[in-house]
């Protein structure tokens, strides 16, 4: 009878090699500076889901944003905001309009960027169903950022609200897709 045994081309561990691979294209890579310098403005579709409102507890709506974005430098960036989503469930339906500015720390180092935020934000809503008319809040942010060219991006985010004096966690969640345009200002009295 021929025996035949199952020996492995490659006996040594492929952990230490991949990770020196990986850590050679971090550092080699030129980074990608995703918002240095130049403002982008970005739109946002998504879906929104409400935890706060009353009788049910839940309303699930869609939600769109407009942002723009300035970086500090390549890791830090300042966000300032607008959100509005609409919710309806039966005969109730409001409206959630937000605020907000944020902080925002990203990996940039290649043309995919990580990142996560925290933002201060004042929400409002209108209709029936919502909590207090003005409500302070505060939103988790977290997405990945893929820079397409040096003036066009797309991204994919959530964002977890905890509104004060609202007992459930989160009090509001986006979960949406964004465009993004960078645009340059420049020097206009340069020649």
């Known amino acids: 009878m021929l025996r035949t045994s199952y020996r492995p081309l490659c006996t040594r561990p492929a952990g230490p090699l991949f990770s020196l691979l990986l850590l050679g294209v971090v ?22 889901y409400a935890c706060f409102a009353e009788p049910e507890g839940r309303h699930h709506g869609l939600a769109g ?31 959630v309009h937000q605020l907000s500015i944020a ?14 935020e925290l933002s201060p934000a004042l929400t409002h809503t209108l209709g029936d169903g919502g909590p207090e008319p003005w409500t302070p809040s505060v939103a988790l942010g977290f997405g990945f950022d893929w820079l397409i060219d040096p003036d066009w991006s797309m991204s994919v985010n959530t ?15 986006t979960v ?14 340069a020649p």
Do not use: C, K, M
């Open 65 to 95: 944003t407009v942002d723009g974005l300035y970086g500090i430098n390549s890791a830090w960036v300042i966000r300032a905001g607008y959100l509005v989503g609409e919710h309806r469930l039966g005969d109730d339906d409001f409206q």
């Open 176 to 189: 949406g897709v964004r465009v993004g345009y960078r645009w340059t200002l420049g020097d206009p009295f």
């Open 103 to 116: 902080p925002r720390y990203q990996l940039d180092f290649v043309a995919y960027v990580p990142w996560v």
């Open 159 to 173: 964002h977890l609200h905890q509104l004060f004096g609202v007992d459930r966690t989160p009090g509001y969640l």
């Open 27 to 48: 550092l080699t890579a030129r980074p990608a500076l995703s918002a240095i310098d130049d403002p982008w403005l970005r739109a946002e579709v998504g879906a929104a």
